[in-house]
């Protein structure tokens, strides 16, 4: 007699990234992002979709529209440079340099550049403007 056994099917991790969508730079990197094939799932959430955010009460909208935050599978919250470094093992094009860019000198240079990008995003990529809900490119 054969006994059948099921095993729960494995779902991949979900990590949740919380970032401007009206940023031109900001939706350019999600695509980006999307385009290097990660190995988790990985669901952008647009800090101005107050319903969205309304089941993420740990991110704060307002910090949000400063910096990316991504919130992992185990709830860890982490933003900016932070952020981006809790995305790099689901990266295989980036998972080789997960030690470098977490290294001290290199994550300080890190946490510079993110925030003068952050800073500067709107003058650098420019904004994507709504109107009656139609998007189109400034």
Known sequence: MTVATTQPLSLPARYHVFYDARC???ARSRRSLERLR???EL???DVRDARAMDSFPMVDRAAGLGQMFVLDPSGRLAGGYDG???LVPTIPLL?????????RPV???GHRTYRWIARNRYRL???LS???GACRIN
């Open 125 to 127: 990529g420019g904004a």
């Open 130 to 132: 709504c109107e009656s």
């Open 84 to 86: 981006f470094l809790s």
């Open 38 to 40: 990660p190995s988790a």
């Open 24 to 26: 031109r730079l900001c």
């Open 107 to 109: 994550r300080y240079l």
């Open 95 to 103: 998972r080789p340099l997960r030690r470098v860019l977490g290294w």
């Open 43 to 45: 669901v952008f959430v």
